[in-house]
Structures are given as structure tokens and as C-alpha cells.
């Protein structure tokens, strides 16, 4: 294991060995377990993930924050119908 400002490092069989600890550290900062010398994934709190994971307004509040918004955007349909299948 490796702390560098607070970023906790792992190995697979390091992680594996003292997992309650991981854990323990995960409350307080995220964890990264490698694989073969490359970050492969990350463990952090539930509360961190419930907050990193929590929606952030509606889909219409984000199209009208958007820059494209009041863009004068004009948009067509198509008036094809589609085609008539045998059911």
C-alpha cells in the first residue's frame, strides 16, 4: 500500500489481505485497488457514492441550462410514416 495526499493505493492481494481495513479507509477517503500495476477500480463510501450518484435536476432543467438553449434551432419531422409490416 502506497499514501500519496491521502489517495490510498492497493494490490489485489493487499486489498484481499486486510479488506476490513480498506473498508475502514473507505469511510474516510477513496481507495484504489490495482491490478497489474494499473488503477482498476476505486472503493469509496455509500455516502460518497449516494451523493457522486444522486440526480442533479430533470432532464428538461439540463436541455434549457443547455448552450444550444434559445439557439433558434429548427427542427423537422419527417413525415414518412414507416412501413406497414405483417403481424
Known amino acids: 500500500m502506497s499514501k500519496q495526499n491521502s489517495v490510498h493505493e ?7 489481505a486486510h ?4 473498508i ?6 477513496p481507495q ?3 491490478r497489474n500495476g494499473k488503477a482498476s ?9 449516494q451523493h457522486k450518484s444522486q440526480r442533479q435536476g430533470s432532464l ?10 434559445g ?3 429548427e427542427l ?3 413525415d414518412d410514416g414507416g412501413r406497414d409490416l405483417p403481424l
Open 10 to 16: 492497493w494490490t489485489v492481494a493487499s486489498a484481499k
Open 76 to 78: 423537422e419531422r419527417d
Open 71 to 73: 439557439a433558434g434551432l
Open 41 to 49: 477500480v476505486v472503493i469509496v463510501s455509500i455516502v460518497e457514492w
Open 19 to 22: 479488506l476490513s481495513e480498506v
Open 60 to 69: 428538461a432543467s439540463f436541455l434549457m441550462q443547455s448552450p444550444l438553449a
Open 32 to 34: 484504489t485497488i490495482t
Open 24 to 29: 475502514s479507509r473507505a469511510q474516510e477517503s
